[in-house]
């Protein structure tokens, strides 16, 4: 916007001290992105671009008939256009329980390091990528790990890719990851004093996607790691150290391998009922159970159309249901009928994207010009890193919405790489590659114009054939 309109005044409103920057940006293919997030002081952004004006303070209430937005501090801003940007906040398994622990924000990962210091056992509950990561780089802590589904990371793999993965969870020896470069800044003054640590309705700035990087995730054992997957199960309860005393159940401890877990003798302060029946005590619980969408604010005597996962519902300019009102990332829900090979996802890349598109479509509406949809959009595609593996899904990596009509193609070389393909009609719908593959520029091609590859059959993933030149 700053850019497009240099004459404007451009608000930006946070809650946060720091603003969440791009850097290291890599174009990898046409619609695949890397790159990293900084926290940076927000004058950075204001010496950069003179217009911008950034004000630290939360948001009380939208009026949207009167174009004006109310912020905590008292003052108000009319707007003549506004981009809703709130992002989503943690989906917490049980609010104001202090040992249910949320983490989606760098706040929230600097007190589970602090927990973690001092713990023997955590529970964590959740099967995303915020989950997985953490289940891989916690060391010295036995962690159970509750999924509610067959197989592990179900939001990126299938059962296959679980497995492919598993031996690297259980590996005693870590290679070293590489150096992560990023910097990381906080407000003046608040290292010395203890950083009071945010309400859990304060919401912070969303973890990069390395946000594990230089935080040291040890506790107390000196074993390196030790996970227990519970599959099929959810939290049914969670006792404090009394009433679990009261219930007079046993908890178990944790599970060796063949036998059966046996009772628990240790007093835990927080136990954790699964709808297995199992119980277990720890000392603190993790919940990553993924985000909902942080709409509460603006909703107040404002007529939004909001979507069934909860988000702002948006057209295909990035259109609130509300004149003038604009909505990007976590927090809106695309509504749009979207390419068949592309669906939404709360993810940094696609939160980067929208934010950009939905720039363009402000600056196009203003100015009165036509805006064609941004070509991000035709395809999904994130790249990212588990267990230290490179990671790259394409379109319906998961079969997403093709029913029972399709077909996958696996290639597997166990500790090395994986490749799956989805397929309808003879045509390449959706891949997962994790490892050093090379394939994703090819796939990539090959699922944006749909040829028909039913003649390959097999031979699409024939180690012995370059795959990427035939097609090249």
């Known amino acids: 916007l700053a850019m497009d309109f240099p004459s404007e005044d451009i608000f930006l409103i946070t809650a946060s001290p720091v603003i969440k920057a791009v850097t290291n940006f890599k174009q990898v293919s046409k619609t695949l992105e890397e790159f990293d997030v900084e926290e940076q002081p927000s004058s950075l952004l204001e010496k950069r671009y003179p217009n911008i004006k950034v004000i630290q303070s939360g948001v009380k209430q939208l009026k949207s008939n009167e174009?004006?937005?109310?912020?905590?501090?008292?003052?108000?801003?009319?707007?003549?256009?506004?981009?809703?940007?709130?992002?989503?906040?943690?989906?917490?398994?049980?609010?104001?329980?202090?040992?249910?622990?949320?983490i989606r924000d760098t706040d929230s990962a600097e007190a589970f390091q602090k927990n973690l210091a001092q713990a023997e056992r955590i529970v964590v509950i959740g099967n995303g990528g915020i989950a997985l990561e953490l289940v891989y780089e916690i060391q010295g802590c036995e962690v159970i790990w509750a999924i509610k589904d067959k197989a592990i990371g179900n939001t990126?793999?299938?059962?296959?890719?679980?497995?492919?993965?598993?031996?690297?969870?259980?590996?005693?020896?870590?290679?070293?990851?590489?150096?992560?470069?990023?910097?990381?800044?906080?407000?003046?003054?608040?290292?010395?004093?203890?950083?009071?640590?945010?309400?859990?309705?304060?919401?912070?700035?969303?973890?990069?996607?390395?946000?594990?990087?230089?935080?040291?995730?040890?506790?107390?054992?000196?074993?390196?790691?030790?996970?227990?997957?519970?599959?099929?199960?959810?939290v049914k309860k969670i006792h404090l150290q009394q009433e679990f005393l009261q219930l007079q159940r046993t908890s178990l401890t944790f599970p060796k391998e063949e036998k059966n877990a046996e009772p628990d003798e240790v007093l835990w302060p927080v136990y954790v009922e699964l709808t297995n029946g199992k119980i277990y005590g720890c000392n603190f619980i993790v919940s990553a159970t993924g985000v909902v969408p942080n709409v509460e604010p603006f909703l107040d005597g404002n007529d939004f159309a909001v979507g069934e996962d909860g988000g702002l519902k948006v057209d295909k300019h990035m259109r609130t249901s509300l004149p003038d009102t604009y909505a990007a990332g976590d927090m809106c829900t695309a509504s749009w009928e979207p390419s068949p090979v592309w669906h939404q996802m709360r993810l940094w890349t696609q939160a980067r994207q929208m934010g950009w598109y939905a720039a363009k479509c402000m600056a196009a509406d203003t100015l009165g010009e036509p805006i064609e949809?941004?070509?991000?959009?035709?395809?999904?595609?994130?790249?990212?890193?588990?267990?230290?593996?490179?990671?790259?899904?394409?379109?319906?990596?998961?079969?997403?919405?093709?029913?029972?009509?399709?077909?996958?193609?696996?290639?597997?070389?166990?500790?090395?790489?994986?490749?799956?393909?989805?397929?309808?009609?003879?045509?390449?719908?959706?891949?997962?590659?994790?490892?050093?593959?090379?394939?994703?520029?090819?796939f990539e091609n090959l699922i944006l114009n749909q040829m028909d590859l039913s003649a390959y059959g097999e031979d699409l993933l024939n180690p012995d054939i370059e795959i990427e030149d035939y097609f090249d």
């Not at 945010?198 to 030790?226: C, M, N, R």
């Open 156 to 234: 990126f793999f299938d059962a296959g890719a679980a497995e492919f993965l598993i031996p690297k969870l259980t590996a005693e020896n870590r290679e070293t990851p590489i150096e992560c470069k990023r910097t990381k800044y906080t407000m003046e003054g608040s290292d010395e004093k203890e950083r009071p640590t945010a309400a859990p309705d304060k919401v912070g700035s969303a973890l990069g996607p390395d946000w594990h990087e230089g935080l040291d995730l040890k506790g107390t054992k000196e074993f390196s790691h030790k996970v227990h997957i519970e599959i099929l199960c959810e």
């Open 67 to 102: 174009h004006k937005v109310l912020t905590e501090d008292g003052k108000e801003y009319i707007y003549e256009k506004l981009c809703l940007c709130a992002g989503a906040k943690p989906k917490l398994i049980l609010e104001g329980n202090p040992y249910v622990l949320g």
């Open 373 to 442: 949809m941004d070509f991000c959009f035709e395809l999904f595609a994130h790249v990212t890193k588990f267990f230290n593996y490179k990671v790259v899904v394409l379109g319906k990596y998961n079969a997403q919405g093709l029913g029972l009509d399709h077909e996958l193609m696996l290639r597997c070389t166990k500790g090395q790489e994986y490749v799956k393909v989805v397929m309808q009609n003879g045509r390449m719908m959706g891949a997962v590659l994790i490892g050093e593959t090379d394939l994703e520029e090819t």
